[in-house]
């Protein structure tokens, strides 16, 4: 039998994190966007401790202050590609309105630390979010093209073509193969 | 951009593609630390000699003596410690046989070599990345298929 799951790996992050804070006794409030406010003062033992035990998962502490807005950025393009009416907002309207600081500016640092662009980046989740709809083949590629908010099929598949340099049916032919092949 | 320079290692038994390679990767932005073994016998006792850290790419010619990239690619992918690395077939061949093969076969990335440097150096910067972002954003490396001209 084969099953395919969908999950929410924001719901799957936050419990993680909640149930590890947890363990190691500390008091904490979660403000958002992996924003953590550990409410005690804990000492740093204890911190590394936690941030050794968090890594195999792949979390890590951000200590640089532009780091940490480029990881906003990324979670609020992650959320906005996400979303099912993510139709009727604009990108750049959207993280400014969110992140409290003008486009440009998020722009720049957003290059500055990735040496990659935003529009790049949202790019690369849209199609990201089409190979797994894709994957999960309940959706007809012109269903995809509709809820990603491309214009037409073409447009999708050019896209798909020059970010990953196959076409998605190709994609799609493979990621069966490779399954099959495990077996 | 990251605090540890990424770790790469190249499987080419051609000597002028090795040094082009390495010219291209000190040229761009991101650190990095190259490594290279010759062929595939070399390459396979590299990955499984724990003394040596594993690479974050591996970047793999299909053309190699004493063991070909397609026979490693297999193996790598049946080594449980192996099977996790990001592999880039970089290889003179272009057949789209070869390129959907090493791909079921498990490769992320297939690069046509390029003939000149600039192009070398524009899509090695397109593989880093790419990967770095598949890295930190949450993205499914299970998916992660990319092809280069």
């Avoid at chain 1, 200590?63 to 940490?68: A, I, L, P």
């Avoid at chain 2, 297939?110 to 972002?133: A, G, M, Q």
Wanted: aromatic residues 10%.
């Amino acid at each position: 039998m084969k099953l395919f799951i969908k999950f929410d790996i924001n719901t799957i992050c936050s419990l993680y994190l909640k149930q590890n804070l947890e363990q190691n006794n500390i008091n904490f409030t979660t403000l958002g966007f992996g924003e953590i406010e550990i409410e005690d003062n804990i000492d740093a033992e204890a911190l590394d401790n936690l941030k050794t035990k968090l890594a195999p998962c792949g979390f890590e502490v951000v200590e640089n202050q532009k780091s940490v807005l480029v990881q906003k950025i990324k979670d609020a393009i992650i959320e906005l590609v996400f979303m099912d009416d993510s139709n009727n907002y604009k990108s750049s309207v959207f993280l400014a309105e969110k992140l409290n600081h003008s486009y440009g500016y998020l722009s720049n640092v957003f290059s500055e630390v990735t040496y990659s662009s935003i529009e790049n980046f949202i790019i690369l989740q849209k199609i990201e979010r089409a190979k797994q709809l894709i994957i999960i083949n309940e959706m007809s590629l012109t269903e995809i093209a509709f809820l990603l908010n491309y214009s037409s099929v073409a447009h999708l598949s050019t896209q798909f073509k020059n970010t990953t340099g196959i076409t998605p049916s190709a994609f799609q032919r493979i990621i069966k193969k490779r399954r099959e092949n495990l077996k | 951009m990251q605090k540890n320079a990424l770790h790469i290692l190249l499987a080419d038994d051609d000597e002028d593609d090795r040094l082009f390679f390495k010219d291209a990767f000190e040229e761009i932005k991101i650190q990095t630390n190259v490594n290279f073994v010759h062929d595939g016998m070399q390459l396979m006792d590299h990955l499984m000699n724990t003394d040596n850290k594993l690479p974050d790419i591996l970047f793999l010619d299909l053309n190699m003596p004493k063991k070909t990239g397609k026979e490693c690619l297999i193996e790598i992918k049946k080594t449980e410690h192996l099977k996790d690395i990001i592999i880039a077939i970089y290889s003179t061949s272009s057949s789209e046989e070869d390129i959907e093969d090493t791909f079921i076969q498990g490769a992320n990335i297939y690069i046509k070599k390029p003939s000149d440097f600039n192009t070398l150096k524009k899509i090695i910067n397109e593989v880093v990345t790419v990967n770095w972002h598949y890295h930190t954003s949450g993205l499914n490396r299970d998916n992660f298929l990319l092809r280069l001209k």
